[in-house]
């Protein structure tokens, strides 16, 4: 079975490359095809992948290209993780939207706008050549905004494209650790919303909700991440833990100070960390693999750094570490599920089709999907409460309207995205911010006055 990753020379590629080393079953992937529009990067994580299969049998071969339609001819699954305007864009859309005193995060409110109006006239090429040259592959997207691409792409691919992301199951399996489940990786995770705004608002352990009792026993809710994060009363409060994500949203002012008052953005910390690695390894004695491990670890040591300090959390702990999700994992499952018919239970971004009635059909959502030959299926769900409801409905609005922008090129509708962004507090503050934007991202000149 043949594998395309675009954005074959991310960082990231390494994780995904591990999980397919560990699948010695019937069916699985036996070539993986690497896409980047960055030779000198392709050829850094193909030397790490080759580290990687040393001594193992039989592992995936790996062929690298800088032509798209030679990566998807013939594939069986596409997966997605590219970075139009690489990590100088984050950086830049950081800058721009902390200037203007709002959140420039890559996936939420300024930020992630920006990073959509780039990002969707490249997926919007790249799904028409799949339809032409693979219209049988399942496409996996990695690529952020995760949902606002998904929904996107879906345009093209229908229910062959299929979003992905960690946070929700490494949440459940953080929460399912505290109560005290022998396996976590089992339990039942009752979680819907949009991607990087969900909820988790149930927890089964041996067929009986237990996360009333994470609320109500003492010490439970500070013994992982999240509950550390929001902290113990305002999660009673909501009855429900939110996804990480959403740290930008219920305490907006202290994360936004905690970025400004950061002497590097994340974005330019990772442009200045994944600088020095693959810089690194253009010395063809530089061990690959150990070289990569060491920027993995810090790199995962690091994440949310803003929020967490804004919170007063402190570090990530180990548990905290190893409990995470995986997004290389859930990519695993859910291809191993469609290529073997093997059901599972899957949480992912698809199109809608009922299970939140705030939301029309077509409307992609994060929610757990039961996942066959036939592709993944939104089990249903109980209505979110009334605040969640109006944020779910707010964003998808936005997200609508950066796909209009970006599919009109219209200046006046990228403006309205900002507008009615919940985290951008002014339309003057939008107008501005879609000046800065164009300033600094030759991507945008496509935006103009219509």
């Known amino acids: 079975m043949k594998l395309t990753i675009l954005g074959g020379g991310g960082f990231r590629v390494p994780l995904v490359y591990g999980a397919l080393l560990g699948d010695r079953a019937d069916g699985r992937v036996t070539r993986v095809v690497l896409y980047d529009t960055d030779p000198a990067r392709l050829t850094a994580v193909a030397r790490v992948l080759a580290d990687q299969a040393d001594g193992v049998p039989e592992a995936p071969a790996v062929i690298v290209t800088t032509d798209l339609d030679e990566a998807l001819r013939g594939t069986d699954f596409v997966f997605s993780a590219i970075r139009v305007g690489g ?47 693979a219209p049988d592959a399942w496409f996996i997207n ?20 299929i979003g992905i992301c960690d946070s929700p199951v490494g949440l459940g399996r953080r929460v399912a650790r505290v109560l005290g489940a022998a396996d976590p990786h089992s339990a039942g995770i009752d979680y819907i919303g949009l991607n990087h705004l969900g909820w988790l608002r149930g927890l089964t352990i041996d067929g009986r909700d237990q996360l009333p009792r994470l609320f109500s026993e003492p010490g439970l809710l500070d013994g992982f991440e999240e509950g550390r994060l929001f902290g113990a009363d305002w999660l009673r409060s909501l009855g429900s833990v939110p996804n990480e994500y959403l740290h930008y949203y219920y305490f907006n002012r202290e994360t936004v100070r905690a970025y400004q008052q950061a002497e590097l953005t994340r974005g330019a910390f990772l442009r200045d960390q994944q600088a020095r690695f693959y810089a690194g390894l253009t010395d063809p004695a530089a061990p690959a693999l150990a070289t990569w491990d060491a920027v993995r670890a810090e790199r995962e040591a690091t994440y949310m750094a803003e929020s967490r300090e804004a919170a007063g ?7 905290s570490l190893t409990e995470s ?6 990519a695993l499952a859910l291809m191993r599920a469609i290529a073997r018919d093997e059901r599972s239970t899957l949480i992912l971004n698809v199109r809608n089709r009922g299970t939140l009635a705030a939301l029309d059909a077509d409307a992609v959502i994060e929610a757990p999907c039961l996942v066959d030959a036939n592709g993944a299926h939104p089990l249903s769900a109980a209505p979110l409460p009334d605040h969640a409801t109006g944020m779910v409905t707010a964003v998808k609005a936005v997200e609508r309207e950066v796909m ?3 599919a009109s090129g219209s200046r006046a509708t990228a403006v309205k995205a900002f507008a009615l962004h919940p985290l951008v507090d ?3 503050v939008a107008r501005r911010l879609v000046d800065g934007y164009l300033a600094v991202h030759p991507g945008l000149a496509y935006l103009r006055e219509r």
């Open 325 to 330: 999700g995986g997004y290389e994992k859930v």
């Open 404 to 406: 209009a922008a970006a």
């Open 87 to 133: 990590l100088e864009g984050r950086a830049a859309d950081e800058r721009v939207a902390l200037a203007e005193g709002v959140l420039g995060q890559e996936t939420v409110g300024a930020g992630g706008i920006a990073y959509g109006l780039r990002t969707l006239p490249v997926t919007d090429h790249i799904g028409r050549r799949v339809a032409a040259l």
């Open 426 to 428: 002014s339309v003057s």
């Open 142 to 161: 990695f690529t952020n905004p995760a949902g606002l691409v998904t929904e996107a792409m879906s345009r093209h691919l229908g229910d062959r494209v």
């Open 313 to 319: 959390a402190g570090e990530r702990d180990e548990a």
